[in-house]
């Protein structure tokens, strides 16, 4: 674990420094992995192993280059489930940061972007410019988050960091938001925010029950894959 970081980005290097592991399972304190989730992410990274020897990062959520919210995960904050079930691992132009599987030879986060937001969209893009691709696959998990009200200060900074670090990517989306060269997509997402905030609000289960409560309600029990699981 890593403790009071000032950012994620400063907290994943250093946690990448000091591993020897190949892989690195980088997944936040409010993430509830499955009976069986560590079987399935080992089958998982040898199968984009053979797809793809040179991938560099593998995540449980995220945007697929056609703009499509992919891989299944429990979200309390909205009260549902998110993102599609694919066969196949996804080539995706972000990620979720909730939890990214980062191999280690390839790649490491980029210590100027601050606070604690976009390192997800930051890392994909830093490996495509390496000439490596990240991918989603189905790796079912609970996500117990709070409700978020709003977009604060630090999320801003780390939108507009990222709008300018890669302008000639862009339009970029993240799962939270679109990155566009004029920044207009953040102010219509934080209008969106504060118009539908006593609609997302009702939607929100409690982050306090048992996450194995909502694992199981999605079927989620014991994710070991079966023979004919994605």
């Given at each position: ?21 190949e ?6 304190q ?19 192993s ?19 919210a992919?891989?299944?995960v ?9 993102g ?14 909730l ?13 100027s ?8 969209t ?49 339009p ?31 939607m ?27």
């Amino acid at each position: 674990m890593e403790w009071n970081a000032p950012s994620a980005s400063i907290a994943y290097n250093r946690l990448l420094d000091q591993s020897d592991a190949e892989y690195l399972v980088l997944v936040h304190q409010d993430v509830f992995l499955p009976a069986g989730w560590m079987t399935r992410l080992r089958g998982a990274i040898a199968a984009l192993s053979r797809l793809d020897p040179d991938w560099a990062v593998l995540g449980a959520h995220g945007v697929a280059l056609d703009g499509r919210a992919v891989g299944p995960v429990w979200s309390s904050s909205l009260g549902s489930i998110v993102g599609r079930v694919s066969l196949q691992p996804v080539a995706v132009q972000s990620l979720d940061e909730l939890l990214i599987v980062v191999r280690r030879s390839a790649v490491r986060f980029d210590t100027s972007l601050p606070g604690f937001h976009f390192h997800g969209t930051d890392i994909v893009q830093i490996a495509a410019a390496a000439g490596r691709s990240s991918y989603v696959t189905s790796l079912p998990l609970v996500h117990n988050d709070r409700f978020k009200g709003v977009l604060g200060d630090d999320f801003r900074q780390a939108y507009h960091y990222i709008r300018t670090k890669w302008r000639q990517q862009l339009p970029l989306c993240s799962p939270v938001v679109k990155v566009s060269w004029h920044g207009l997509h953040l102010l219509k997402s934080q209008r969106h925010l504060a118009r539908s905030h006593a609609v997302r609000e009702a939607m929100v289960t409690s982050d306090t029950v048992d996450p194995r409560v909502y694992a199981s309600l999605c079927g989620w029990d014991d994710v070991t894959p079966g023979p004919f699981s994605p």
